[in-house]
């Protein structure tokens, strides 16, 4: 029995796409791609025909069971052809065309390595798409489509473009927790697609690995070498990182949201709680204050600049290490050129004219991310002591961010393997 797709769709997912299909230039940007691409489909289905194997029941019973409950789970009601192709790692995609049967493509490394509830799990997520009908907005495409005057959506609309296509893989990865009903095979799964690995050495742990989202958030891109090639940061990426991925699906298989799809008592987080905790960890894709250009981020960028100064100078002795780790923050922004230069009073003070401003104007997710990032400051040395400790307590209670931010980052970012 076909489960309610929309009910465990990811809020971004469902709500992006919405505000993006009734965008002109992204309709602009459609009509354009169906003008280029007349009959697309068929020639990567041609390419499988002539270089891949294409899987009958006989050939593979576990990937037809699992292609069975895909379609079942999905209600997914039309031809799906599924063709194994020699790569030496894991890979697996699903294309549309426009007519024809459903083409989902598996690696033979990856068929060779994944036990059936795994493939159950990479099946389901494929055909997720699939019954999303994610091809409906074909990425990257759209977004970098251009006419004679140039890309045709706006930049803002190609972030969220992005935005939304990295939502609707979390969206699928929930078709395929769903149709493999085992957190700990789509834990393995997930494990081994991000990993490259499939040796028994190596023992799978979705929660660790979900734990990467912590050390994630206080390794900010450095900003020390000026960055003008746009599509190299990170909300121009198709697909979230993979802790991130790794963490919604952790806090999904947790959530009442999949106890009710897969018929379990629903005791788990509500979906309010699950909106919030990918709404944050997407955050961490999205242009931060480090590389906009706005007036608020010139805001947050000085604030940086001052608390920073204040967390070296909270032993008393600011060294050359903390400096270059809140210059590698800041780039061209930082003005101090060496530890004795600074006055740290003088500092305190603009400090304190700033904090109002800052905590009225800026939204707290991105207050937070600035506590996240004075860590770095105050490890740049080695270590951590009390004194920096409690100067960023009171620079995040300022700020009006819970102290936890600190605590919790500075756990994530210390090494797993003591």
Request: hydrophobic share 40%; net charge negative; aromatic share 6%.
């Amino acid at each position: 029995m076909a489960i309610d797709l929309a009910a465990i769709q990811t809020n971004r997912d469902r709500q992006l796409r919405e505000k993006l299909e009734d965008d002109r230039g992204v309709k602009k940007a459609l009509e354009r791609l169906k003008e280029r691409s007349s009959g697309f489909g068929f020639g990567a289905r041609r390419r499988l025909l002539s270089g891949a194997l294409r899987l009958t029941r006989e050939m593979a019973p576990d990937v037809a069971e699992a292609l069975a409950i895909g379609k079942e789970t999905t209600g997914l009601d039309r031809d799906v052809e599924v063709y194994v192709r020699p790569e030496p790692v894991f890979n697996a995609f699903c294309l549309k065309s426009a007519s024809g049967p459903l083409t989902v493509g598996l690696s033979s490394h990856l068929l060779e390595s994944f036990e059936p509830a795994e493939l159950q799990f990479v099946l389901g997520h494929e055909l997720g798409h699939a019954a999303y009908d994610h091809f409906g907005l074909p990425m990257p495409y759209t977004a970098m489509m251009e006419d004679m005057a140039g890309q045709i959506v706006s930049r803002p609309t190609s972030l969220d473009l992005y935005v939304w296509c990295r939502a609707a893989e979390l969206s699928a990865d929930r078709v395929g927790l769903v149709c493999t009903k085992d957190p700990e095979a789509a834990a393995n799964a997930f494990f081994k697609l991000a990993s490259g690995l499939a040796s028994p050495r190596i023992k799978a742990d979705l929660e660790a690995f979900a734990a990467q989202v912590d050390s994630l958030a206080s390794v900010p891109q450095a900003r020390s070498e000026p960055r003008d090639d746009d599509d190299t940061l990170d909300c121009f990426s198709t697909h979230p990182y993979s802790p991130v991925r790794v963490r919604a699906l952790v806090a999904f298989s947790k959530s009442r949201a999949y106890q009710r799809a897969v018929g379990q008592p629903e005791t788990g987080i509500t979906d309010e709680e699950l909106n919030a905790i990918i709404d944050r960890d997407l955050s961490l894709m999205a242009p931060s204050y480090l590389e906009e250009k706005t007036v608020r981020s010139k805001l947050l960028r000085r604030l940086l600049h001052d608390a920073g100064l204040m967390v070296a100078a909270a032993n008393d002795e600011i060294v050359e290490s903390e400096i270059s780790a809140l210059r590698a923050l800041l780039g061209d922004d930082m003005t101090e050129d060496a530890a004795g230069d600074v006055n740290i009073e003088k500092v305190r003070k603009a400090f304190d004219r700033e904090v109002a401003e800052v905590v009225e104007e800026v939204p707290l997710g991105e207050r937070a991310r600035l506590v996240q990032h004075l860590t770095i400051i105050a490890a740049a040395d080695g270590s951590v002591d009390d004194r920096e400790l409690d100067e960023m307590h009171r620079i995040a209670e300022a700020l009006e961010v819970s102290p936890t931010v600190i605590d919790q980052t500075l756990a994530g970012a210390a090494d797993p393997m003591p």
